[in-house]
């Protein structure tokens, strides 16, 4: 990495949670952040103040992942201020607990959209415009490997996340990118934590050899591995993390 030309990383629905942890460890390696969000204006616009504050290259894009001309121009904004893309991070996603027969047509195309689409869309407009040499890191779920009841619509997303990131891995031939995916288990957001007892939380941290529930920076560090150049030779892997739960 040259001192002048800082690496530039897009990281998708990283307003808040995971994405924003994994915003501010780019950042702190000294990578130039690109903040997508969806609607979360304030928590963005404050997430890149924080990091400006600490000395550090940000710029928050609203686009919809699920719109392909939204995923364009979030492209043409951060080559616009930042340069071209090195690194993408399709964090972004939309979980709804729901047994699959309760399922609307408008909340089965929501998480295909956003969890599925949105990832289409990113590695789509990626495949031309992030440069030689890149990192792409695609989100899946542990819940994959588990079929728990009531997640069938949104464990299908993500096996479908899975099934693009292995092939993409192979069509990207001759570029030196590299593909993965993270699929991690419980995390401590806000997100995964809203709604449910003390009863629920703790049966969750449980449920892992190690005990406790993932961290936000469980998560953002493994994508710092997988964006390095310790990660070289890792490609179209996916990578759960989860304490060992599955």
Known sequence: MSSSQPRVAIITGASRGIGAVIAKQLA???????????????????????????????????????????????????????GKVDVLINN??????????????????????????????????????????GRIVNFSSSTVGMNLPGYAVYIASKAAVESLTQVFAKELRGRQITV????????????????????????????????????PQDIANIVSFLVSPAADWVNGQILRANGGLV
């Open 92 to 133: 972004a996603g939309v979980l709804k607990v729901l047994p699959l027969a309760q399922h609307s047509d408008e909340l089965y195309e929501q998480t295909f959209n956003i969890n599925t689409k949105g990832t289409f869309n990113t590695l789509r407009e990626a495949a031309t415009r992030l440069n030689g040499g």
């Open 180 to 215: 993965n995916a993270v699929a991690p288990g419980p995390v401590a957001t806000e997100l995964f934590l809203r709604g449910k007892s003390e009863e629920q939380i703790q049966t969750f941290s449980q449920m892992p050899p190690l005990e406790r529930l993932g961290q």
């Open 28 to 82: 702190g390696e000294g990578f130039a952040v690109v903040i997508n969000y969806a609607s979360s204006a304030g928590e963005a616009t404050q997430l890149v103040a924080q990091l400006r504050e600490d000395g550090h290259e940000a710029i928050a894009v609203q686009a919809d992942v699920s719109s392909a001309d939204d995923v364009k121009r979030l492209f043409d904004e951060a080559e616009a201020q930042l």
